[in-house]
């Protein structure tokens, strides 16, 4: 027999609603529906691995012993991505400059991508791009940008959020959102001029 | 908006770990909850608990300030109200201050250097233990 119930997505809002009324399981929904997207938030902020685990054990254990407050101002997916944005610019502000870059458990998944074989099979310079170095040169080029615009090209180009809801999590309004995204673009350009070349 | 530098990060969308890692981040997760429990100190717990109900209260930056100024003047007053208490040590044979202390009763009590009933004494009573030799031969 089919389990309807058990299919159905329960929304964020009843979620949070019982996580606040002393439900944990309620919360483990929201661990695992939110985890991957904040782990690619985080990761592509401080581009390691072991720091990105750490960080989001720590971001979801904020937001479980803040949920209470949670006044539903906002959805609850800005304000998770709020909280992840601030833990992880202040970590980076801790962190020492000698970062590290661990590549090694990269999904392969990237290999079929559409975007990923356009670039390394047209007629041109970017053929012979070779993945990890396009990765690591990609890395670098990141991790040159300020933090600030870091977060901005995390969430855009990489994550895929609107304008508008980039500006909410960061606090900032949709135009400074937009000039961030222009400066750190042409940053990104200069780094990337050869992969960049047609 | 530069097209090409937004395709190229858009591969990086595939830097993620395998679906078993998120299977395993739970786990540790309720973990790390468990052991964050038993380390917390209660006050820190009844802090955080505090703070949760109100989420939008933030220190303005001037109250530090205020603060620190506050403490500043506090302890200046603290020590100018010591120092006028404290009474005017004098060794003087003259001095007012001396004749508090009945030479039978208290000050037969007092090292030799402040006993009023002597005349002044500056040579010191004890030889320093650093003036003396390090071995004995």
Not at chain 1, 177 to 184: D, N
Not at chain 2, 10 to 22: A, G, L
């Amino acid at each position: 027999m089919a389990e309807p119930e058990a299919k159905e997505e329960i929304s964020d809002e009843d979620l949070v609603a019982r996580t606040q009324g002393g439900d944990p399981r309620a919360f483990d929904v929201l661990v695992r529906k939110y985890s991957s997207r904040l782990y690619g938030l985080v990761y592509n902020m401080t581009s390691n691995h072991e720091d990105t685990n750490d960080l989001l054990q720590d971001i979801f254990s904020k937001a479980y012993r803040s949920i209470k407050g949670f006044r539903g101002k906002s959805s609850f997916y800005t304000w998770l991505h709020t909280i992840a944005t601030n833990m992880t610019i202040n970590f980076l502000k801790k962190r020492s400059r000698n970062y590290r870059m661990s590549l090694d458990d990269v999904d392969s998944g990237v290999h079929n991508d559409p975007e990923f074989i356009e670039l390394t099979s047209g007629p041109d310079a970017r053929r012979e791009v070779n993945l990890k170095e396009l990765q690591q040169r990609l890395n670098e080029a990141m991790m040159k940008l300020s933090n600030e615009h870091r977060a901005v090209v995390t969430m855009f180009d990489i994550q895929g959020m609107p304008h508008a809801e980039i500006g909410k999590i960061l606090g900032i309004s949709e135009g400074t959102v937009r000039s961030r995204l222009f400066y750190a673009h042409r940053q990104l350009q200069n780094y990337l001029q050869e992969f960049l070349a047609a | 908006m530069n097209k090409d530098v937004h395709k190229l990060l858009q591969i990086k969308r595939y830097e993620m770990p395998s679906s078993d890692y998120f299977e395993r981040f739970l786990d540790e997760f309720h973990d790390r909850q468990r052991a964050d429990l038993i380390n917390r100190p209660t006050l820190h717990i009844f802090f955080e608990r505090l703070m949760s109900f109100f989420p939008d209260f933030q220190v303005p930056r001037l109250a530090y300030a205020g603060v620190a100024v506050a403490a500043v003047l506090f302890s200046a007053t603290i020590l100018s109200s010591q120092k006028e208490a404290e009474p005017a040590r004098s060794f003087a044979l003259n001095s007012p201050a001396v004749d508090v202390l009945p030479v039978s009763q208290g000050a037969q009590r007092l090292p030799l250097s402040m006993r009023a009933d002597l005349p002044p004494h500056y040579v010191l009573e004890t030889r320093p233990v650093s003036y003396e030799t390090p071995y004995s031969f």
